[in-house]
T-cell receptor
Framework: DAMVIQNPRYQVTQFGKPVTLSCSQT?????MYWYQQKSSQAPKLLFH???????NEADTPDNFQSRRPNTSFCFLDIRSPGLGDAAMYLC?????????FGPGTRLTVL | AQRVTQPEKLLSVFKGAPVELKCNYS??????LFWYVQYSRQRLQLLLR??SRESIKGFTADLNKGETSFHLKKPFAQEEDSAMYYC????????????FGKGTKLTVNP
């Protein structure tokens, strides 16, 4: 009965090699978010979609892109991962009454 | 600037003792305040919203606008309360973008 699903749970990539993380939801929520959480730090919002409207945070690097082809799916693309991009990436959804989080994808950059 | 401060990185109490996790915020306007909890190896999940004024798992939190605080309290801690607790705020409105504090790791000892 998982409501927000993230795949894969663990992703290893090489420095500079593009990687895509995926998120799907069964809640039919109109808002989806991507957060980055580095070790011992708070989750930090990268961007969010309100329906199809994409909203980028001002300090999100250009290296990070996102796609939302439909209500259920959202993707995080990292075009050229650097060592500093190693982190847990969290997807969340909301209808404005609190956010539902996925289990996260732990990204390792070699 | 929006900011959430959780002054205690670690908090350790004995079972049955009262517990208070502190949260202070900075926001120009009327924010919504939340507590999120992450149990070991589980996803981040919503514990409380200030506007719902609920008691969840025995926890309560009162928004004090004068002191800009939203401390989380429980009169009698249980071992299963051991977890990472994050205070978060969002501006009012549909997109509900969250700004998280750095979190407090609560350990309840037997």
């Amino acid at each position: 009965d998982a409501m927000v699903i993230q795949n894969p749970r663990y992703q290893v990539t090489q420095f500079g090699k593009p990687v895509t993380l995926s998120c799907s939801q069964t809640l039919n929520h109109n808002v989806m978010y991507w957060y980055q959480q580095k070790s011992s730090q708070a989750p930090k919002l990268l961007f969010h979609y309100y329906d199809k409207d994409f909203n980028n945070e001002a300090d999100t690097p250009d290296n990070f892109q996102s796609r939302r082809p439909n209500t259920s799916f959202c993707f995080l693309d990292i075009r050229s991962p650097g060592l500093g991009d190693a982190a847990m990436y969290l997807c969340a959804t909301s209808t404005g009454h609190g956010q539902f989080f996925g289990p996260g994808t732990r990204l390792t950059v070699l | 600037a929006q900011r959430v401060t959780q002054p205690e990185k670690l908090l350790s109490v004995f079972k049955g003792a009262p517990v208070e996790l502190k949260c202070n915020y900075s926001y120009s306007g009327s924010p919504e305040l939340f507590w999120y909890v992450q149990y070991s190896r589980q996803r981040l999940q919503l514990l409380l919203r200030h506007i719902s004024r609920e008691s969840i798992k025995g926890f309560t939190a009162d928004l004090n606008k004068g002191e800009t605080s939203f401390h989380l309290k429980k009169p009698f801690a249980q071992e299963e309360d051991s977890a990472m607790y994050y205070c978060a705020l969002s501006g009012q409105g549909g997109s509900e973008k969250l700004v998280f504090g750095k979190g407090t790791k609560l350990t309840v000892n037997p």
